[in-house]
């Protein structure tokens, strides 16, 4: 007898409920086609060479070698609605739907970018996840959602329906929620159909990705669209605010967008007078010639954290250096350099030497510095905006950069302790095992700028 998980049997049941206890409204909304019988007016191709055809009303995508990612995109553009598709594509091919997009002579000559509801047949099972084409790259992943990652069926067909209603984003799968996110980049823009480009391998030529029933509702969304409930996590990307969810769920601005409340010099009563800059809902450092807390200092908070789940967004200039540190000891160090501390590190890899220093890239981005390189992760360029997170409890610590996991440790275990044994803390006793500390933002002489930092204190294990 065969077996399944618990995760897919969340799915299923989610979705028989979806089906049934829609209500009868839903049967007879004023959905409109967006694909009628053999053709494909009112759609053009952009991007690679990939081939579109239909086949019994069904839109096919045919991968082929050498081509970039193909887009078949609606010619009308679409702000808010309500789109619901189904999917089917090879295991092999990784596929998605791009919403509110746009594709201009004016960002990187035209390529296709915004919005895509992903569609991921690999292990890593991300499909519904929200992903930013050619710009922020993933918005919403599914690492929290073992649920959503369990209701995609590989090699069949997948029903999607995304709701796009002022800021918010959600998106499920065979009746499953995904993502929900929230964002202001982006008000409008078309639909598109993605055929993925593929590795140069003859065996993938002709891998298919196939849409069927796409149709959307642009009228009367607030009667149509789905109560907004508790049961996936909720993204926000809206510069410096906590939506009202957020704010139940006990996350608080740690920075308000505005003033120095809540924050000190590392070494100073106050906030340092020079170095700093607040502007335009931006918290940064000045450049001051790469040296290490030499110009206005590093800034730390005036509360202590132990149990604490931390996000925001950074930005660092080419060839720049900074981080993020916790359980700072601000008493540990009196002389030059940077306070004494935890650090998810803060780099340009390509371009600044430290990343070519440590052991085994544990000085790079999002790495825990001198201690434990990051991996799997996918960083935007500098000069863009990443983000990242800091998840404390007790003793175990997570590193997340745009969404992905890359770092996972336990302080204080013979490991930890023989990993700072071997680096730059080797000196100074108990390092990283203070039960509590504040978090600090550095000042390496190197252009950053931070925001939307937001915190909330997770209950003690």
Same mark, same amino acid.
């Given at each position: 007898? #065969?077996?399944?998980?618990?995760?897919?049997?969340?799915?299923?049941?989610?979705?028989?409920?979806?089906?049934?206890?829609?209500?009868?409204?839903?049967?007879?909304?004023?959905?409109?086609?967006? +694909?009628?019988?053999?053709?494909?007016?009112?759609?053009? /191709?952009?991007?690679?060479?990939?081939?579109?055809?239909?086949?019994?009303?069904?839109?096919?995508?045919?991968?082929?070698?050498?081509?970039?990612?193909?887009?078949?995109?609606? &010619?009308? /553009?679409?702000?808010?609605?309500?789109?619901?598709?189904?999917?089917?594509?090879?295991?092999?091919?990784?596929?998605?739907?791009?919403?509110?997009?746009?594709?201009?002579?004016?960002?990187?000559?035209?390529? +296709?970018?915004?919005?895509?509801?992903?569609?991921?047949?690999?292990?890593?099972?991300?499909? =519904?996840?929200?992903?930013?084409?050619?710009?922020?790259?993933?918005?919403? /992943?599914?690492?929290?959602?073992?649920?959503?990652?369990?209701?995609?069926?590989?090699?069949?067909?997948?029903?999607?329906?995304?709701?796009?209603?002022?800021?918010?984003?959600?998106?499920? +799968?065979?009746?499953?929620?995904?993502?929900?996110?929230?964002?202001?980049?982006?008000?409008?823009?078309?639909?598109?159909?993605?055929?993925? #480009?593929?590795?140069?391998?003859?065996?993938? +030529?002709?891998?298919? /990705?196939?849409?069927?029933?796409?149709?959307?509702?642009? &009228?009367?969304?607030?009667?149509?669209?789905?109560?907004?409930?508790? %049961?996936?996590?909720?993204?926000?990307? *809206? %510069?410096?605010?906590?939506?009202?969810?957020?704010?139940?769920?006990?996350?608080?601005?740690?920075?308000?967008?505005?003033?120095?409340?809540?924050?000190?010099? %590392?070494?100073?009563?106050?906030?340092?007078?020079? =170095?700093?800059?607040?502007?335009?809902?931006?918290?940064?450092?000045?450049?001051?010639?790469?040296?290490?807390?030499?110009?206005?200092?590093?800034? *730390?908070?005036?509360?202590?954290?132990?149990?604490?789940?931390?996000?925001?967004?950074?930005?660092?200039?080419?060839?720049?250096?900074?981080?993020?540190?916790?359980?700072?000891?601000?008493?540990?160090?009196?002389?030059?350099?940077?306070?004494?501390?935890?650090?998810?590190?803060?780099?340009?890899?390509?371009?600044?030497?430290?990343?070519?220093?440590?052991?085994?890239?544990?000085?790079?981005?999002?790495?825990?510095?001198?201690?434990?390189?990051?991996?799997?992760?996918?960083?935007?360029?500098? =000069?863009?905006?990443? &983000?990242?997170?800091? *998840?404390?409890? =007790?003793?175990?610590?997570?590193?997340?950069?745009?969404?992905?996991?890359?770092?996972? $440790?336990?302080?204080?275990?013979?490991?930890?302790?023989?990993?700072?044994?071997? #680096?730059? $803390?080797?000196?100074?006793?108990?390092?990283?095992?203070?039960?509590?500390?504040?978090?600090?933002?550095?000042?390496?002489?190197?252009?950053?700028?931070?925001?939307? *930092?937001?915190?909330?204190?997770?209950?003690?294990?």
């Amino acid at each position: 007898m #065969s077996t399944l998980s618990f995760g897919r049997i969340a799915a299923c049941i989610a979705a028989v409920f979806l089906t049934f206890a829609a209500p009868a409204q839903a049967q007879t909304a004023p959905w409109r086609d967006l +694909v009628r019988g053999d053709s494909t007016d009112g759609w053009r /191709t952009l991007g690679g060479t990939a081939q579109f055809t239909i086949e019994n009303g069904e839109v096919v995508g045919h991968a082929v070698l050498g081509s970039a990612n193909t887009f078949l995109a609606t &010619r009308e /553009t679409f702000g808010d609605f309500i789109l619901e598709y189904e999917l089917k594509s090879d295991a092999r091919v990784n596929s998605g739907v791009q919403i509110r997009s746009e594709s201009v002579p004016t960002y990187r000559n035209g390529v +296709v970018h915004g919005y895509q509801v992903e569609s991921d047949p690999s292990a890593r099972a991300w499909s =519904g996840g929200l992903y930013d084409e050619q710009r922020r790259q993933w918005l919403y /992943t599914l690492i929290d959602n073992p649920t959503a990652q369990a209701a995609f069926n590989v090699g069949d067909w997948n029903h999607f329906r995304v709701e796009a209603i002022g800021n918010r984003i959600r998106t499920w +799968v065979n009746g499953v929620p995904a993502a929900n996110v929230l964002d202001d980049m982006t008000p409008r823009g078309f639909i598109a159909l993605q055929v993925h #480009s593929i590795p140069n391998d003859p065996a993938l +030529v002709g891998l298919e /990705t196939r849409f069927r029933n796409i149709r959307i509702l642009t &009228r009367d969304l607030a009667r149509y669209a789905s109560p907004l409930n508790d %049961a996936i996590e909720e993204q926000n990307y *809206i %510069a410096n605010t906590v939506t009202e969810r957020q704010a139940a769920q006990g996350w608080r601005l740690l920075w308000d967008g505005r003033t120095t409340n809540g924050w000190r010099g %590392a070494r100073l009563p106050g906030f340092p007078d020079h =170095g700093w800059s607040i502007r335009d809902g931006l918290l940064s450092v000045e450049p001051s010639g790469g040296a290490e807390s030499r110009n206005g200092g590093d800034i *730390i908070t005036t509360e202590d954290f132990s149990n604490f789940d931390l996000e925001l967004d950074f930005r660092v200039a080419p060839g720049g250096n900074s981080g993020i540190k916790y359980f700072v000891d601000p008493e540990l160090l009196r002389g030059e350099g940077s306070a004494i501390g935890l650090e998810y590190q803060i780099l340009d890899d390509e371009r600044h030497p430290d990343a070519q220093l440590g052991v085994a890239g544990n000085r790079t981005l999002a790495s825990l510095y001198d201690l434990i390189p990051a991996t799997g992760k996918r960083a935007n360029p500098p =000069g863009e905006w990443n &983000r990242a997170r800091i *998840i404390v409890r =007790g003793n175990h610590v997570e590193h997340r950069l745009n969404g992905g996991r890359v770092v996972e $440790y336990e302080r204080g275990t013979q490991i930890f302790r023989a990993l700072v044994a071997y #680096s730059k $803390y080797k000196d100074w006793p108990h390092f990283g095992e203070l039960p509590a500390g504040p978090i600090l933002l550095q000042d390496h002489g190197d252009a950053v700028s931070f925001r939307s *930092i937001r915190i909330r204190t997770l209950p003690a294990e």
